[in-house]
């Protein structure tokens, strides 16, 4: 081990028990305060929010269902990036999805069409915020009207940039040359950059879009098969069904019309008169510069295009390639990374016009999909146009460009072969020795069947909720690469099973692999991050922080967070494991396990009712920790309100639940879970 000792160390507090309880649980010697919550007004002159479903302005709110996030230092006045200010910063977060039962005063309103003001508040209270927030005495506020303060949302004008730039499959009415953008939809996960700019993610794009019945007809057939591919199939409905609207100005229309992607025979056939392509324009990573509340966002192609979970890059090191590891987050999709073509400048760190740095590091270089093999070994296989299978000849779709195959990433990684993940969500890296960590959230019987196990993806069992049978891998495992040479730009790793999420009732043989006891058994994986390595006095021990979005241990406890201080790669052996399938029929999977977590895993939180955690920073210090809670009282509606957060954390049992970024310290001011 070249790059790095991890010294022998203790998380340092006591795990939180499982609950059902509609507050957020922390250890002892911890307190949570509410910051940032979904209608909170962030530029001047917003009113504040009525949360009776009266309100108005999401485009100037937060918006709802808090995602991925990070914390953007300021210089303690002005507009000016400190990196290393743990007071006063902009926080960036996704806003992914909504709860539309409780943004309306009883929820949507019936009918064929939607109304004009109710489709809109829905799609603004989508995309990002940039929020400026402060510390004062010991307590987090955010700043309404701070000068940096931004909402991005599904309308606002983005650049395509890098290769697909201006390809014909990305002219639309809006773009008739296919270089602009408009908006962003179902961020999700996100990444960050050492020149700091944050990059989001645009995850299930795909479910908002309409396609009608007969719109094959009216198609190539290998646009048919690109669509088909990414969930696009002719009678698909859209959620929302934003599309209905007839906007009161004509000027809005495409608001609305542009969530339909039916060919419209009497406009051009190239697609700069309707709809036909703009699905293209979603499924990208979207680099932001937050310190610049103008700049226009630029989607990075080059990164490719699929159901983006998360971008999070390699450590940064002087003369070698910025490296960013992408999970496809579907059942039975891949993972990825993007190997950069220029090498790092540290100089670059400072730069003030970022989205250029970005345009330099962003929008040249290989991307690569993993193929996880039965060895222990792996490899990356590069989606280079011309190499290969990627070809015009090729049988199943006929590659015409390096455009067409960025624009249609999952089509060439099938073709590559590629190995089928159990829905790939967040990656970390560990910044003490560049090994990366894959969440694995779940899948299910028809997507992973008895038969159909792999190496990487092994288990195939019933982990029943309630009396419901619940076939497949419905508690998702945790997998990690070392990189061959700790070299993120290598082309092959080796790989193993950190974690197999898992009741610490189930099977300890075959199913609980991991051993997981009362402490810290945990279900369906998303969320994952690294600790900075700024805190704890330096490259000490980086923690492991796994956030769950489960629906299979929701019967037991609400959706969690723990904290690890995990091993390392081949730190445990190869294991065969026996699985059983639906009328007791069983079948062996070999694979390879890391070393047991035992007391080096543990739950320091778990979240208020019908809540998923997701979205984590902490101040460079490590002494603020910023989480969020994710559509808590997802199951109720306006008449039916099924939780009360954050109202009820401190003990109000009315409101309508929000989403919200929590602050969490220790009460002695130390650096958290240490
Ligand atoms: Fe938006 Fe994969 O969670
Ligand atoms: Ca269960
Ligand atoms: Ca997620
Ligand atoms: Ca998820």
């Known amino acids: 081990d070249t790059l790095v000792t991890i010294s022998p160390a203790q998380l340092g507090f006591n795990a939180v028990a499982k609950n059902k309880n509609d507050i957020v649980t922390v250890p002892d010697g911890y307190s949570v305060s509410v910051l940032y919550r979904m209608g909170d007004p962030i530029l001047s002159g917003v009113a504040a929010f009525a949360n009776n479903g009266t309100d108005t302005n999401f485009a100037g709110r937060a918006g709802d269902h808090h995602d991925g996030m990070a914390f953007f230092g300021l210089a303690a006045t ?70 940096l303060n931004r909402r991005i949302t599904p309308n606002t004008p983005m650049a395509l940039s890098g290769p697909a730039r201006g390809d014909a499959q990305l002219k639309t009415v809006y773009s008739t040359d296919g270089t602009g953008a408009r908006g962003t939809i179902n961020n999700c996960a996100n990444g960050i950059t050492a020149w700091g700019s944050y990059l989001t993610c645009e995850e299930n794009w795909a479910g908002y879009f309409r396609r009608a019945s007969g719109d094959n007809a009216n198609r190539s057939a290998k646009s048919v098969v690109a669509l088909n591919r990414y969930g696009l199939s002719q009678g698909a409905a859209g959620a929302n069904n934003w599309a209905t609207v007839t906007a009161a100005n004509t000027a809005d229309q495409w608001k609305f019309s542009k969530w339909n992607t039916t060919v419209d025979t009497t406009k051009a056939a190239d697609g700069t008169g309707d709809y036909r392509n703009e699905a293209n324009q979603y499924g990208w990573v979207v680099e932001i510069d937050p310190y610049d509340a103008n700049s226009v966002p630029r989607k ?6 699929m159901g983006h979970e998360g971008a999070w890059p390699a450590p940064f090191v002087a003369g070698r390639k910025p490296v960013f590891y992408m999970g496809d987050d579907s059942r039975g999709e891949y993972f990825y990374k993007f190997v950069s073509a220029t090498l790092w400048s540290a100089a670059d760190a400072n730069a003030t016009d970022r989205l250029a740095i970005g345009d330099k590091y962003l929008d040249n270089g290989t991307l690569y999909v993993a193929r996880f093999d039965a060895t222990g070994q ?70 992973r ?17 309630g009396t419901t049978n619940n076939y497949g891998n419905p508690n998702g495992h945790i997998i990690r690469l070392r990189e061959t040479g700790d070299t993120p730009e290598a082309t092959s790793f080796q790989w193993d099973i950190y974690a197999f999420g898992a009741g610490a009732d189930l099977d300890a043989t075959n199913i609980n692999i991991s051993g997981l006891d009362a402490t810290n ?37 609400n959706c969690m967070m723990l904290a690890a201080m995990p091993g390392r790669v081949g730190d445990g052996g190869a294991r ?9 029929a069983t079948a062996t999977q070999s694979t390879f396990v890391g070393k047991a977590p035992g007391m080096q895993l543990r739950r320091f939180l778990v979240g208020p009712k019908e809540c998923e955690i997701t979205g984590i920073d902490t101040t460079p210090d490590g002494r603020t920790l910023f989480v969020n809670i994710q559509h808590p009282g997802e199951n109720g509606t306006a008449s039916n309100i099924t939780s009360n957060w954050p109202y009820s954390q401190s003990g109000t049992t009315a409101g309508r639940p929000r989403s919200a970024t929590i602050v969490i310290t220790k009460t002695d001011g130390g650096v958290i879970a240490l």
């Open 449 to 465: 069947p008895l038969t159909g196990t792999n190496a990487a993806n092994p288990r195939h069992y019933n982990d029943p909720v």
């Open 521 to 557: 058994d945990f279900s369906s994986p998303d969320g994952l991050w690294f600790s900075r390595s700024s805190n704890a006095g330096g490259l000490v021990n980086p923690l492991l922080w796994i956030q769950t979005d489960d629906g299979a241990y929701t019967d037991v406890t």
């Open 300 to 305: 990075r192609t080059a990164l490719g295009r």
């Open 78 to 147: 002005g507009n000016t990036r400190d990196a290393n200010s743990s007071t006063r910063g902009l926080l960036v977060m996704n806003h992914e999805n909504i709860t539309a039962s409780y943004l309306h005063a009883n929820g949507p309103t019936a009918g064929a069409a939607r109304l004009e003001a109710e489709a809109i508040k829905e799609i603004e209270a989508h995309g990002v915020s940039v929020v400026e927030v402060t510390q004062s005495g010991g307590a987090w506020t955010y700043v309404q009207g701070g000068a």
């Open 576 to 584: 065969t494991i026996t699985n059983t399938g639906t009328g007791g």
């Open 378 to 447: 792996g490899v990356w296989l590069p989606l280079v146009f011309g190499t290969g299978v990627l070809t015009a000849a090729n049988a199943t779709y006929a590659f015409a460009n390096q455009a067409d195959v960025l624009i249609n990433t999952r089509l060439a990684a099938d073709v590559l072969g590629a190995t089928k993940m159990d829905r790939p969500e967040w990656a970390a890296v560990n910044p003490a020795n560049g090994e990366v960590y894959l969440t694995l959230t779940n899948n299910n019987a028809s997507n």
